[in-house]
């Protein structure tokens, strides 16, 4: 029997959610996203007080396998796999840590993002590796990444899709803290531990009231990306650009 794709833990009110396809960086496949998606559903429930999420072995998140024959990024794909499990992440009035241990990228970009804090390894790397296929950022990415960086500095990096490293990813804004591999799981749960203990609602009405007048802008930007993506999915070059990166993928030559 193989491993599971997906590992959930819980540590007294801290439930730990663990993408487990190490071989692959935790790439995401149709069957992982939709479990995450479960998996923010059960987050929900009042025992739950704090979630941290990292990866298994060298990587956080590949963003989308793209050598999987079943993973679907289209437009359908966004609306029906990857559109519900970042409403679901963004919505848990609860904190969620992402513990970056490696390479973010693509849709595992947005994943970290979707997170309130996120505390990570010197190895993290951060791609937004859409470009990179002819495709425009999705997943929230486009919604996320400007409430943390702004505009100029969002546009400049979605388009050209170069990596940003944890120290510069720290100057930016775009983690809280960087520590060392051995300590980054065990600060995330530190922290998860001092979020799940404060009284009463205060930490879920905090994040409500930091995020509510913004929520039906992620559900029109979700729209919006599912639209777009439908028009560069079929834009001339896009399809080439893809193989040619499944094939970097293939020889190791490609994060995402």
């Not at 739950?48 to 999987?68: K, M, N, P, Q």
């Not at 993290?124 to 296929?133: G, L, T």
């Amino acid at each position: 029997m193989s491993d599971p794709i997906l590992l959930t833990e819980y540590d007294g009110a801290v439930l730990v959610v663990t993408l487990n396809r190490p071989e692959q960086l935790n790439a995401l496949t149709s069957e992982l996203v939709h479990a995450l998606t479960e998996t923010w559903t059960a987050a929900a429930d009042p025992s739950v007080r704090a979630v941290v999420v990292t990866g298994a072995g060298r990587g956080f998140c590949a963003g989308a396998d793209l050598r999987s024959p079943r993973v679907d990024a289209g437009p359908q794909g966004l609306r029906h796999t990857y559109n519900p499990h970042i409403l679901g992440l963004t919505g848990l009035e609860k904190l969620v840590i992402a513990a970056v241990n490696g390479p973010a990228a693509g849709a595992g970009l947005a994943l970290a993002f979707g997170a309130d804090v996120r505390i990570a390894a010197p190895a993290a790397k951060f791609v937004p590796a859409f470009s990179r296929i002819g495709l425009v950022p999705d997943s929230g990415a486009t919604y996320l990444i400007p409430r943390l960086i702004g505009y100029s500095r969002s546009v400049e990096w979605l388009t050209t899709g170069r990596a940003v490293d944890a120290a510069e990813a720290l100057q930016w804004g775009l983690v809280n803290e960087v520590v060392d591999l051995p300590r980054l799981l065990p600060r995330a749960m530190e922290l998860a531990h001092q979020l799940a203990a404060v009284p009463g609602m205060a930490a879920g009405l905090t994040k409500r009231a930091l995020t509510q007048t913004s929520r039906r802008l992620l559900l029109e930007q979700l729209e919006l990306e599912a639209e777009l993506q439908e028009l560069a999915v079929h834009a001339p070059g896009r399809a080439e650009a893809r193989a040619r990166t499944v094939e970097r993928i293939a020889t190791g030559k490609e994060t995402s």
